[in-house]
Nanobody, 116 residues
Framework: QVQLVESGGGSVQAGADLRLSCAAS????????LAWFRQAPGKGREFVAV????????NYADFVKGRFTISRDNAKNTVWLQMSNLEPDDSALYYC?????????WGQGTRVTVSS
């Protein structure tokens, strides 16, 4: 069973930065694509960013607008989401997900609240 544990969320003012972390308990970490999703209150879950298994390729949702960066370290079994210039609309529960094929494994989420 793969466990994903997110951390780094918090309450910040608009314009601030946060760095989310997701640590995974699997020896197959380096074979998985990893992604971040988010879900705001009353809304559906939406894709934020993904990094491929070796960290070479990334893809982002349009709303990221160059503010977020996803990265990973396979030696540490960890993926990060660096978020800059946060906006109130970025407030959500942020999840990481691991994809051996589909997004089969999910963490419990870390909450980000951005006030104006």
């Amino acid at each position: 069973q793969v466990q994903l544990v997110e951390s780094g969320g918090g309450s910040v003012q608009a314009g601030a930065d946060l760095r989310l972390s997701c640590a995974a308990s699997t020896r197959f970490f380096s074979t998985y694509n990893l992604a971040w999703f988010r879900q705001a209150p009353g809304k559906g879950r939406e894709f934020v960013a993904v990094v491929n298994f070796n960290g070479v390729r990334t893809n982002y949702a349009d709303f990221v607008k160059g503010r977020f960066t996803i990265s990973r370290d396979n030696a540490k079994n960890t993926v990060w989401l660096q978020m800059s210039n946060l906006e109130p609309d970025d407030s959500a529960l942020y999840y990481c997900a691991a994809a051996p094929a589909e997004y089969d494994y999910w963490g419990q989420g870390t909450r980000v609240t951005v006030s104006s």
